[in-house]
């Protein structure tokens, strides 16, 4: 029962750096979701997919870009990195049906 | 703006308390309220709300949502140490397609011996 998996846990870069961040799902969702999460900031919206080949853009999308082109798989990447990006990083996927979004574990990301 | 507020931000109780955690909410195309536990990494589901007046329960957790005054309440009773966590608390709004959720800051509770 792996549900939502996000790779890697950790990662640090350094300003300016390019990396992506994988998220994928077995449970056959149509919806998929990248959130940031910061201190006293709660949980914001990056950017979200409603099905294979479409994105987009969430509360907070500037600096980052997604691909959706398998149904299971969400990327997430930093094309060049900030240390404003500093986050932990969420996926979450769902049915289109109102049902709860289930969370992957999470990415912690410190760019120096 | 969307805006889900929760309080308080963090609270302090012993073991056998009984907690309230707050949340109010201001959003357009409401479909539904849910909260979350999250430990040390991925938040957890607890309940979703859809309709006002009618209480989900959960072991000794129950919550109950209000429409007409745009607020949630989550009670804990009986807490232990186990139940140290942030809670979060979010709106799914949206129409057609556009599922979004809009989550409060959380409130940190830490249960004492």
């Known amino acids: 029962n792996a549900g939502v998996t996000q790779t890697p846990k950790f990662r640090v870069l350094k300003t300016g750096q390019s990396m992506t961040l994988l998220c994928a799902q077995d449970?056959?969702?149509?919806?998929m979701y990248w959130y940031r999460q910061d201190p006293g900031m709660g949980l914001r919206l990056i950017h979200y997919?409603?099905?294979?080949?479409?994105?987009a853009k969430g509360e907070v999308p500037d600096g980052y870009n997604v691909s959706r082109l398998k149904k299971q798989n969400f990327l997430l990447g930093l094309e060049s990195a900030a240390p404003s990006q500093t986050s932990v990083y969420f996926c979450?996927?769902?049915?289109?049906?109102?049902?709860?979004?289930?969370f992957g574990d999470g990415t912690r990301l410190s760019i120096l | 703006e969307d805006k889900v507020v929760q309080s308080p931000l963090s609270l302090v109780v012993h073991e056998g308390d009984t907690v309230t955690l707050n949340c109010s909410y201001e959003?357009?195309?409401?479909?539904?309220l849910l909260w979350y536990k999250q430990e040390k990494k991925a938040p957890t589901f607890l309940f979703m709300l859809?309709?006002?007046?009618i209480e989900k329960k959960s072991g000794r957790l129950s919550s109950i949502l209000d429409k007409k005054e745009l607020f949630s309440i989550l009670n804990i009773t009986a807490t232990q140490t186990g139940d140290s966590a942030i809670y979060l608390c979010?709106?799914?709004?949206?129409?057609?397609?556009?599922?979004?959720?809009?989550f409060g800051t959380g409130t940190r509770l830490q249960v004492t011996l």
């Open positions: 959003v357009t195309n409401f479909r539904s």
């Open positions: 997919s409603v099905g294979e080949g479409t994105t």
């Open positions: 449970m056959n969702h149509e919806y």
């Open positions: 859809t309709s006002s007046g």
């Open positions: 979010a709106v799914n709004r949206g129409t057609g397609t556009a599922s979004k959720l809009t």
């Open positions: 979450a996927s769902t049915d289109p049906s109102n049902q709860p979004q289930h």
